[in-house]
Nanobody
Framework: QVQLVESGGGLVQAGGSVRLSCSVS????????VGWFRQAPGKEREFVAA???????YYRDSVKGRFTMSRDSAKNTVFLQMNSLKPEDTAVYYC?????????????????WGQGTQVTVSS
């Protein structure tokens, strides 16, 4: 059973930076696509970024140039570096693993989810 545990959230001022981590156990991350999603109060959970099994990354338009996803295969961990944060980035951030290593923007295609970590950006 694949398990994912997020960490690194917190309170940050607008313009600041946060790095989220997603530690994966029960599977090798290079065999999966791993995605980051976020959910703000009263809103649908939305795609943020993903890294494919092959290591390619892609992002939603609103975070391109500000967020960077990477992974450390030795630690079986993926990261989301978030810079130039805006109040609208405030949400619970979730990482998820897709057994299809090409990845997807579609949250229903992800098979395993972490419990989420809160990121709050103050103005």
């Amino acid at each position: 059973q694949v398990q994912l545990v997020e960490s690194g959230g917190g309170l940050v001022q607008a313009g600041g930076s946060v790095r989220l981590s997603c530690s994966v156990s029960g599977g090798t991350i290079s065999n999966y696509a791993v995605g980051w999603f976020r959910q703000a109060p009263g809103k649908e959970r939305e795609f943020v970024a993903a890294i494919t099994g092959g290591g390619s990354t892609y992002y939603r338009d609103s975070v391109k140039g500000r967020f960077t996803m990477s992974r450390d295969s030795a630690k079986n961990t993926v990261f989301l570096q978030m810079n130039s944060l805006k109040p609208e980035d405030t949400a619970v951030y979730y990482c998820a693993a897709d057994t299809v290593p090409d990845g997807s923007y579609i949250r229903q295609q992800y098979d395993y989810w972490g419990q989420g970590t809160q990121v709050t950006v103050s103005s």
